[in-house]
């Protein structure tokens, strides 16, 4: 079964930090780029970070620019997002997701915050960023 985990979501106060983890099962990542999408009551799902099936051309959302890093352990299958200096707007469950080469390659959309460009979701991590 191919499956997605998030984990390392949780209450963190202002300014605070927290990594997630995006760990893969049932298949492995070398070939899949990563992105990490967040969604927020009331909101659509928005693109935060993504990063190549290399570990190359990090991109980031310009609200999360300079305060997330995305990186990737392809020995452990697993894909991290470090999240510094959070704020209250931070504040939704996050998601990461994987795109094939397939659908990387012939996506018509952005591929790294289009969800419609990836194949496997995770169930998702509850960020919350509140004194």
């Known amino acids: 079964q191919l499956q997605l985990v998030e984990s390392g979501g949780g209450l963190v106060q202002p300014g605070g930090s927290l990594r997630l983890s995006c760990a893969a099962s049932g298949f492995t990542l070398d070939y899949y780029a990563i992105g990490w999408f967040r969604q927020a009551p009331g909101k659509e799902r928005e693109g935060v970070s993504c990063i190549s099936s290399s570990g190359g051309s990090p991109n980031y959302a310009d609200s999360v620019k300079g305060r997330f890093t995305i990186s990737r352990d392809n020995a452990k299958n697993t894909v991290y997002l470090q999240m510094n200096s959070l704020k209250p707007e931070d504040t939704a469950v996050y998601y990461c997701?994987?795109?094939?080469?397939?659908?990387?390659?012939?996506?018509?959309?952005?591929?790294?915050?289009?969800?419609?460009?990836?194949?496997?979701w995770g169930q998702g991590t509850q960020v919350t960023v509140s004194s």
């Open positions: 997701a994987a795109s094939g080469p397939r659908t990387y390659y012939t996506c018509s959309g952005d591929v790294c915050y289009d969800p419609s460009c990836y194949d496997y």
